[in-house]
């Protein structure tokens, strides 16, 4: 089976870095995604990172170690609409297998 | 942008009712899947389908069942709705077999009295 681990919630302010950790467990892996999510929304791909390194894509970027089964997503210069819950997925036996999530609050 | 839809969006019924609820794409994307997610929660995957003809049991599909007769049809059904299938259904899209990139539709919002 497989089990993924990130924080429940984070708070900081507007301005502010932000980098969500997600450690996993999986038998099989292909790579690592991350999903938002607003209250009351449908989950929106974020990024993908199928090699180890980091992945920038404006504001966010995505971090993969393999060897150490392992990733974090960074949000840069926080907006009061990066307020969402982020979901790693590891994308295992093509299909996606995601975390309990973290809620990001971005206060003023 | 992805074009998938979902309806109802919110549905309120009584316990023992059979219900369907409906997953449609425009896309051509040959994967689809079905995810239940409680407010706040992980999403659980219910079933998937590779393409048409193609059904796969997830996590949860112990009570439900699905078809996929069609590329851009996916609907699901639910034979005797219980209390505990009260949760917020997600349909899903999926082009890529590498990224498995997921396009989300916006959801149905079931309660079960």
């Known amino acids: 089976g497989q089990s993924l681990e990130q924080p429940s919630e984070v708070t900081a302010v507007e301005g502010a870095i932000v980098q969500i950790n997600c450690t996993y467990q999986t038998s099989g892996f292909y790579g690592l995604s991350w999903y938002q999510q607003h209250d009351g929304g449908a989950p929106t791909f974020l990024s993908y990172n199928a090699l180890d390194g980091l992945e920038e894509t404006g504001r966010f970027s995505s971090f993969l170690s393999r060897s150490d089964s392992y990733g974090y997503l960074l949000l840069q210069e926080l907006q009061m609409k990066d307020s969402a819950s982020y979901f790693c997925a590891v994308n295992n036996d093509y299909k996606l297998s995601f975390g309990a999530g973290t809620t990001v609050t971005v206060r003023a | 942008e992805a074009d998938i839809y979902q309806t109802p969006r919110y549905l309120v019924i009584g316990t023992g009712k059979k219900i369907t609820l409906e997953c449609s794409q425009t896309m051509g994307h040959d994967k689809m899947y079905w995810y239940q997610q409680d407010p706040g929660m992980e999403l659980h995957l219910i079933h998937y389908s590779y393409g048409v003809n193609s059904t796969e049991k997830g996590d949860l599909s112990s009570e439900s069942t699905v078809s996929r007769i069609r590329t851009e049809h996916f609907p699901l059904t639910l034979e005797s709705a219980r209390p505990s299938h009260t949760s917020q259904y997600l349909c899903?899209?999926?082009?890529?077999?590498?990224?498995?990139?997921?396009?989300f539709g916006p959801g149905t919002r079931l309660t079960v009295l």
């Open positions: 899903a899209s999926s082009e890529d077999f590498v990224t498995d990139t997921q396009y």
